[in-house]
């Protein structure tokens, strides 16, 4: 009985589903329809004219662009897009130890939040190892090159911040200009010369905020020769930083492979007469010094027998800072590779800067960048008189053949060992490495 209750069981279980054929459920199916009607609902409403007007406004930063902008026939030549970059990141600082507010010139700025570089302590003569100390001299050297690269990476980031946003119509952005032109001045003053070494490593041919750094780096190197104060080199470095500033708008001639037009070199030679007018109207600056640091500026393509740009000035009537970065920029440009032709050696760039001593420049100040820089400038190699090769450290200035030198391991020494050749009797420079690998960024 149970077996046929279940057998009753199962067959009303297979009558119950025969029910739902009889419905054949396409009598649900005028139910989908509904369905769909309500997911088309969004479908019709996808295309929202709300957000499309809330996003017509985010391309107006792009009107900033004066360059396109303005219906002046000067500035016909597309200049960078305006999209300010941002100051480094904590992850992307080099040191994060090394970071606080910046200090000295920058403070008095319209722009106090912008971020600088702790400076390191400034080592007294009286606590320089040694040379013959050579561990603790070798580990002096070491902490001198971090600390010097910490410092340039930095001023990079925000020269690069700097002359962009300055190019973008932002006047208060001075601030990272000035943060840069104060801490190159106060590590030289501390007589850390790696920093001029960093300066001739070798970068991308398009990166001006780099060049514009070791521009800097290498005035205010020779001012330093010249006794300026430190007020003095500050400017001069913060007219070194800017010297390129009206160039940022023609990038685009500057980069490109094959040699300028006539009418491109005419347009080119503006950029200085450009970054006279964003300079004198920055903000935070008093006028008179926005106007001095504008003449600088202005003279640094000027060439001492007139051959310059943009009113041919000749001989004395350019500023002594002028001559000083103009020198600079070229020795710098020489050194570094460009789209359209190969670096120099630093040694035969320095001959070069001789051959041109009365006519390009004054004889006064090639003497300057002899005296400065050596024959031999920091991260240059040298072949020594004993058969080794060594690594120019630092320079003894005025002392133009005997800097102070590392020697690097071969066979023939077993540990590094560091000379001074201005001391060291008997030992000389006998020959240049030719092929110097002088590093990379």
């Given at each position: 009985m149970k077996f046929s209750d279940l057998s009753k069981k199962k067959s009303g279980h297979f009558d119950k589903p025969a029910r739902p054929p009889e419905q054949k459920q396409p009598e649900e199916q005028p139910q989908t329809p509904a369905r769909e009607t309500v997911r088309e609902q969004p479908r019709q409403a996808q295309p929202l004219p709300e957000p499309q007007e809330t996003r017509k406004p985010l391309p107006e930063p792009a009107v900033q662009n004066t360059s396109d902008s303005k219906p002046d026939g000067n500035r016909s030549i597309e200049g960078p897009t305006c999209v300010k970059p941002c100051l480094p990141t904590p992850k992307e600082r080099p040191s994060e130890s090394l970071w606080t507010k910046i200090s000295g010139i920058g403070e008095s700025l319209k722009q106090p939040a912008v971020q600088g570089f702790e400076m390191p302590k400034i080592v007294s003569p009286d606590e320089i190892p040694e040379m013959n100390d050579t561990q603790a001299y070798a580990q002096y050297i070491k902490q001198q090159e971090e600390q010097a690269y910490n410092l340039y990476e930095y001023c990079v980031l925000s020269v690069r911040y700097g002359l962009l946003s300055l190019i973008c119509e932002d006047r208060t952005a001075y601030g990272p200009i000035a943060a840069a032109a104060d801490n190159i001045t106060t590590m030289l003053d501390s007589g850390n010369q790696s920093l001029v070494a960093l300066a001739g490593k070798r970068y991308m041919p398009d990166n001006n905020s780099r060049h514009s750094v070791n521009v800097a780096i290498y005035s205010v190197f020779l001012c330093e020769l010249l006794n300026m104060k430190k007020e003095e080199r500050v400017f001069v470095a913060c007219a070194a930083l800017l010297h390129d500033l009206g160039m940022q708008k023609y990038e685009r001639i500057l980069n490109k492979p094959d040699k300028f037009t006539q009418a491109e070199r005419e347009m080119v030679q503006r950029h200085p007469i450009d970054a006279?007018?964003?300079?004198?109207?920055?903000?935070?600056?008093?006028?008179?010094?926005?106007?001095?640091?504008?003449?600088?500026?202005?003279?640094?393509?000027?060439?001492?027998?007139?051959?310059?740009?943009?009113?041919?000035?000749?001989?004395?009537?350019?500023?002594?800072?002028?001559?000083?970065?103009?020198?600079?920029?070229?020795?710098?440009?020489?050194?570094?590779?460009?789209?359209?032709?190969?670096?120099?050696?630093?040694?035969?760039?320095?001959?070069?800067?001789?051959?041109?001593?009365?006519?390009?420049?004054?004889?006064?100040?090639?003497?300057?960048?002899?005296?400065?820089?050596?024959?031999?400038?920091?991260?240059?190699?040298?072949?020594?008189?004993?058969?080794?090769?060594?690594?120019?450290?630092?320079?003894?200035?005025?002392?133009?053949?005997?800097?102070?030198?590392?020697?690097?391991?071969?066979?023939?020494?077993?540990?590094?060992?560091?000379?001074?050749?201005?001391?060291?009797?008997?030992?000389?420079?006998?020959?240049?490495?030719?092929?110097?690998?002088?590093?990379?960024?």
């Amino acid at each position: 009985m149970k077996f046929s209750d279940l057998s009753k069981k199962k067959s009303g279980h297979f009558d119950k589903p025969a029910r739902p054929p009889e419905q054949k459920q396409p009598e649900e199916q005028p139910q989908t329809p509904a369905r769909e009607t309500v997911r088309e609902q969004p479908r019709q409403a996808q295309p929202l004219p709300e957000p499309q007007e809330t996003r017509k406004p985010l391309p107006e930063p792009a009107v900033q662009n004066t360059s396109d902008s303005k219906p002046d026939g000067n500035r016909s030549i597309e200049g960078p897009t305006c999209v300010k970059p941002c100051l480094p990141t904590p992850k992307e600082r080099p040191s994060e130890s090394l970071w606080t507010k910046i200090s000295g010139i920058g403070e008095s700025l319209k722009q106090p939040a912008v971020q600088g570089f702790e400076m390191p302590k400034i080592v007294s003569p009286d606590e320089i190892p040694e040379m013959n100390d050579t561990q603790a001299y070798a580990q002096y050297i070491k902490q001198q090159e971090e600390q010097a690269y910490n410092l340039y990476e930095y001023c990079v980031l925000s020269v690069r911040y700097g002359l962009l946003s300055l190019i973008c119509e932002d006047r208060t952005a001075y601030g990272p200009i000035a943060a840069a032109a104060d801490n190159i001045t106060t590590m030289l003053d501390s007589g850390n010369q790696s920093l001029v070494a960093l300066a001739g490593k070798r970068y991308m041919p398009d990166n001006n905020s780099r060049h514009s750094v070791n521009v800097a780096i290498y005035s205010v190197f020779l001012c330093e020769l010249l006794n300026m104060k430190k007020e003095e080199r500050v400017f001069v470095a913060c007219a070194a930083l800017l010297h390129d500033l009206g160039m940022q708008k023609y990038e685009r001639i500057l980069n490109k492979p094959d040699k300028f037009t006539q009418a491109e070199r005419e347009m080119v030679q503006r950029h200085p007469i450009d970054a006279k007018a964003i300079i004198e109207n920055l903000e935070g600056l008093n006028k008179n010094t926005a106007q001095s640091l504008a003449k600088v500026v202005m003279e640094v393509y000027e060439k001492y027998d007139g051959s310059g740009y943009p009113f041919k000035k000749q001989g004395e009537s350019i500023s002594q800072q002028a001559q000083i970065i103009s020198i600079a920029n070229v020795y710098e440009a020489l050194t570094h590779a460009r789209s359209w032709r190969k670096e120099l050696h630093q040694h035969d760039a320095l001959k070069m800067m001789l051959d041109n001593a009365g006519s390009a420049f004054s004889k006064k100040t090639v003497r300057l960048l002899i005296d400065g820089l050596s024959m031999y400038p920091p991260g240059s190699l040298v072949q020594l008189s004993t058969g080794d090769t060594a690594r120019v450290i630092e320079v003894n200035p005025k002392l133009i053949s005997q800097p102070k030198v590392e020697l690097i391991k071969n066979s023939r020494t077993s540990s590094n060992r560091f000379l001074n050749l201005a001391t060291e009797k008997g030992i000389l420079i006998t020959s240049v490495a030719q092929h110097t690998d002088k590093g990379d960024f």
